[in-house]
């Protein structure tokens, strides 16, 4: 057999020093098919736009287009230009279908308990109720008596009140009703309801002792990638630990957490449209006071 390399040990021609070269254009042909379907994602376009957007020349940017509508990720409709494709919406179902909530949240509820030393929940609306998903327990030793497959009210925990934040204010005051045998905290209807409406302005919701004595939390929602509440998490411990003040600066982190994961579930950070609610009474005040009452 002919050897590839001559004398002075050059490559052959069309031997290996070819390969890193195809390798790059091949990814750069990738990267820019992917750039084509960034650019439609943001609503049909024509070819010539779509020129323009990628610092194309139009033949480059039909031979991409046309290789994506071959395989159906894009579609074309003559007079409206190019779309996204349905491959993209069966791949969107799969990956949904995929995603596991508790694997995907893991590593970022224990990131949590332990920056915080605290203990890190989990949890889901299931019929009217919070079902605690997951639990990682802090570092303190508090026994904090929650279990994961449990079911809590949803009025009177932070779990409940992050996962409710998006709802109008008729299912608030249903829940609250719903649950009044349930509250260890008296307080008013009207009360509670200026407590979520601070709660929902900042975005996250405080448990004051209202489930368990001597214990607080704040709680956070998670969204899908339609922008949906589907989950929330906490972060729970003693009375002792959990001053207003610390509190307030562990709902940046329980914030900024909950983000995360939700960005692992698809979500960009488009919120949907937020249902009618009656106008916002004000800040909230008394034993269940907002988490805007220090600002």
Request: with cysteine.
């Amino acid at each position: 057999m002919r050897s590839r390399r001559n004398a002075g040990g050059a490559e052959h021609p069309g031997g290996r020093g070819e390969e890193p070269q195809r390798a790059r254009l091949g990814s750069q042909t990738l990267l820019r098919g992917l750039d084509v379907i960034d650019v439609v994602a943001a609503g049909p376009v024509k070819l010539g736009d779509l020129a323009t957007r990628l610092g194309l020349t139009r033949s480059t940017a039909h031979r991409l287009a046309s290789a994506l509508t071959d395989r159906r990720y894009l579609s074309f409709v003559p007079h409206s230009g190019y779309s996204l494709g349905p491959k993209l919406l069966e791949l969107g179902f799969r990956v949904r279908d995929e995603l596991d909530l508790p694997r995907v949240a893991a590593p970022h509820l224990e990131r949590l308990a332990l920056l915080t030393e605290d203990t890190v929940h989990l949890g889901v609306l299931d019929h009217g109720h919070v079902l605690y998903l997951d639990k990682v327990p802090g570092r303190r030793r508090i026994n904090i008596s929650s279990r994961i497959g449990e079911l809590q009210p949803v009025t009177c925990t932070g779990l409940g009140k992050a996962l409710i934040l998006d709802l109008d204010e008729d299912a608030w005051i249903e829940l609250f009703r719903s649950e009044r045998k349930a509250r260890r905290v008296d307080i008013s209807q009207h009360e509670w309801l200026e407590t979520m409406r601070g709660y929902l302005r900042a975005g996250y919701a405080f448990d004051l002792e209202e489930n368990e004595d001597q214990i607080r939390c704040v709680a956070a929602p998670i969204r899908d990638v339609a922008g949906r509440t589907i989950a929330a998490i906490s972060v729970s411990s003693a009375a002792q630990y959990m001053s207003d003040q610390r509190m307030q600066t562990l709902s940046r982190e329980v914030l900024n957490t909950a983000q995360r994961i939700s960005e692992d579930l698809g979500w960009t950070g488009r919120h949907p449209a937020a249902p009618s609610r009656a106008a916002d009474g004000g800040k909230a005040h008394g034993r269940l006071r907002g988490p805007d009452r220090s600002r």
